[in-house]
């Protein structure tokens, strides 16, 4: 079974700049997070969604954060502006509906 | 608001001894506890769980022990080997909502 694939493994760029990065979830997992991870922190959600729709984004920074989920599958998250701050390892995870989460290997975002 | 907080940030101990995990959370509506483990360059990876009606649940090498009186988990992995050196991740949940609240992780070095 595929896992949780997420490109790019890397980003590096410069503040102010805007990235994106995509997610494809476990083939019929309806459920996908995605979560940002600061070097020497545990993992943060920023926002879960339900097949397309978003429950809960409560800790996304929506001034700068954005992320949709079209038609249910593929998931893109996007920062614009980049700030300092933003440097992490942005984790995608997905699950069925009321089961634990499998994660993807993450996008190690540096922001210079 | 750190809802789950562990403590050390770093363990070592010498291959075929007992490695203890320690975990506390504040929360005491969270229902279910996860302990993940994630090796360099990759996502984490679902090592174990416990619900909060069970103070012990045992899969081979790794037993999780969880106090709810003291608010705290444990996590034991006997005998430990050097593929078991990574970060471990301590995770809750609340029974309604499967989003997870990490700990900072402690990294544990197995030595030959």
């Known amino acids: 079974e595929a896992g949780v694939a997420q490109s790019p493994r890397y980003k590096i760029i410069e503040k102010r700049q805007s990235v994106a990065f995509w997610c494809n979830p476990i083939s019929g997992h309806a459920t996908l997070y995605w979560y940002q991870q600061i070097l020497g922190q545990g993992p943060k959600l920023l926002i879960q969604?339900?097949?397309?729709?978003?429950?809960?984004d409560s800790q996304l920074p929506k001034d700068r954060f954005s992320a949709e989920r079209l038609k249910g599958v593929d998931s893109t998250l996007k920062i614009q502006p980049a700030k300092l701050e933003d440097s992490a390892v942005y984790l995608c995870?997905?699950?069925?509906?009321?089961?634990?989460?499998?994660f993807g290997q993450g996008t190690r975002l540096t922001v210079v | 608001d750190q809802q789950v907080k562990q403590n050390s940030p770093s363990l070592s101990v010498q291959e075929g001894r007992i490695s203890i995990l320690n975990c506390d959370y504040t929360n005491s509506m969270f229902d279910y506890f996860l302990w993940y483990k994630k090796y360099p360059a990759e996502g984490p990876t679902f090592l174990i769980s416990i619900s909060s009606i069970k103070d012990k649940n045992e899969d081979g090498r790794f037993t999780v022990f969880l106090n709810k009186s003291a608010k705290h988990l444990s996590l034991h992995i006997v005998p430990s080997q050097p593929g078991d050196s990574a970060v471990y991740f301590c995770a809750a949940r609340f029974s309604n909502d499967y989003k997870l609240s990490f700990g900072a992780g402690t990294t544990v070095t197995v030595r030959a």
């Open positions: 969604f339900q097949n397309n729709g978003v429950v809960d």
């Open positions: 995870a997905s699950s069925l509906v009321g089961t634990r989460a499998f």
